[in-house]
């Protein structure tokens, strides 16, 4: 390893930390962002398993396990259209089959 004077060991440490402050923060960002989608979903979940037993009573675990596994809030979006426009459980089954 070449001889590295004094101001050039101080410049890299501050360059390291500098560095380091920064992945930190966009790590931070990236963490906070990923946060709120996932909760922007669990909330879209829950929404529409609720309109469902609003409508319709029980609804199946078969079904509620379905819409836990739903990573796509456009498609549960049309789901929760799709619930209020159904006349039964059946009908609403029948029409989500091809959002997935």
Do not use: H, N, W, Y
Not at 63 to 89: C, E, F, H, N
């Amino acid at each position: 390893m070449p001889f590295l004077a004094p101001f050039e060991i101080i410049a890299m440490e501050e360059g390291l930390e500098k560095g380091k402050e920064v992945g930190l923060q966009e790590g931070i960002t990236i963490g906070r962002q990923e946060g709120k989608q996932e909760g922007g979903l669990e909330e879209a979940r829950i929404s529409l398993i609720d309109i469902l037993e609003e409508e319709f009573g029980v609804v199946p675990a078969s079904l509620m396990d379905s819409i836990q596994g739903l990573q796509d809030i456009d498609v549960i979006r049309r789901m929760r259209r799709q619930a209020l426009k159904a006349s039964t459980l059946e009908e609403f089954q029948t029409c989500i089959t091809d959002m997935k």
